[in-house]
């Protein structure tokens, strides 16, 4: 019988480790990148060429599927797998970041966040029960606690209030999952550690998130602007206030550096909409560093995008093709910088998980970074 949720470490080497997620719609390899599908989609790209990058899991975002095309919608048409055939696991995120980023006129109390649409100013309220139904109502198999996330140079005291508020509503987020019925028997609930780079209130914060008991363990806060030495001096420390025996997923992190530099200190999960933003405005990432294809000195080369790259773009187009297409805003060009980048995450993620394996990610990581940041 298959497990609705279970994590297995399988190598270790220093913090770095790899490892399965085992879930009910199949298998998760750790270190794992998530594409982050936002409205349903990854942006210019088909699910099935998602899956053939070598992703295990997507991300789905609460508050832009709760604002269109519903949460009951989706539940109606037969859930979100079903809606964007996409059959392995998804995560889903609780929508409390995106509340306080894109939203106008919010007003957050104990209860939860009133906010105003985006799209056309409709009011909506947003609490942890709400956020963990829009959640079940879409299919979510890893299902987010709902947060706070405030900005890193806000005044400690405020920080403190603010991660407080979130543990009290990651109990209320645990509760409205376990009175989920068939969710709770086939689905998985992360919480969220917030405390921004503050140790000792991350430290309180894994304290009562471990006291509540969640499946994964996230690391919030990071990635909002505070810089990449400042998320690395966190990481350095906040892998391991969390539970050694449960996943660790960095939300909304990021370039390849840093992907390299949280594994390094212990992180098993990773989203971001980097690869597929940059691919159509014309950024690829590659193993000697990101290029820019609408630069001119790129209309008259014949090599591929990579020549490390084992994706279908750097096998068949050149670069040449590639920076028409880009400096033409050709679709197709968006479609297949996209997948490159997608693919060279998938890759770049398996290179890690190998050298986890074989006991030498050191050298790995000092290579990838000679190379990358040259």
């Known amino acids: 019988m298959k497990s609705r949720f279970s994590f297995a470490v399988e190598a270790s080497d220093g913090a770095a480790r790899t490892g399965t997620i085992s879930m009910l719609r199949g298998q998760i390899r750790t270190p794992a990148f998530m594409p982050v599908g936002t409205a349903a989609t990854v942006k210019a790209m088909k699910p099935e060429t998602v899956r053939k990058t070598g992703a295990d899991i997507i991300l789905g975002n609460t508050y832009h599927l709760m604002l269109r095309p519903g949460a009951e919608r989706v539940a109606k048409l037969g859930g ?12 889903t995120d ?39 139904e829009i959640q079940r109502l879409l299919g979510s198999d890893i299902v987010m606690a709902f947060d706070e996330c405030p900005r890193a140079d806000r005044p400690r005291e405020e920080i403190a209030a603010s991660m407080e508020m979130s543990m009290r509503w990651a109990a209320r987020s645990r509760s409205g999952f376990d009175a989920g019925g068939e969710l709770a028997q086939r689905a998985a ?3 969220i550690q917030q405390g921004a780079l503050d140790r000792e209130l991350r430290q309180i914060s894994a304290e009562q998130l471990t006291d509540i008991g969640f499946d994964g363990y996230a690391i919030g806060g990071l990635a909002v602007g505070e810089g990449q030495e400042a998320m690395f001096a966190t990481l350095d420390y906040a892998p391991g206030q969390l539970p050694v025996d449960r996943p660790r997923y960095l939300m909304g992190v990021g370039k390849p550096d840093d992907l390299v530099g949280a594994v390094e200190r212990g992180v098993d999960m990773f989203d971001c909409v980097l690869p597929s933003r940059s691919g159509r405005n014309g950024q690829a990432f590659t193993w000697n560093g990101p290029i820019n294809l609408r630069n001119a000195r790129f209309a008259e080369d014949q090599e591929p995008l990579d020549s490390r790259c084992t994706c279908d773009t750097c096998g068949t187009y050149t670069r040449a093709y590639l920076h028409h297409l880009v400096k033409s805003q050709e679709i197709l060009g968006a479609m297949l910088m996209t997948e490159h980048n997608i693919a060279f995450y998938q890759q770049l993620m398996q290179a890690m998980r190998d050298a986890i394996g074989k006991g030498c990610f050191a050298t790995f990581a000092a290579d990838f970074r000679r190379d990358y940041l040259r």
């Open 80 to 91: 979100l797998h079903k809606f964007m055939n996409w059959h392995r696991p998804i995560l």
């Open 94 to 132: 609780s929508g409390g970041y995106q509340v306080m980023s894109l939203s106008d006129l919010r007003k957050l109390t104990e209860e939860g966040v009133e906010f105003r649409s985006h799209i056309d100013g409709s009011k909506h309220m947003l609490t942890p029960e709400r956020s963990i």
């Open 189 to 191: 609930l992360f919480g």
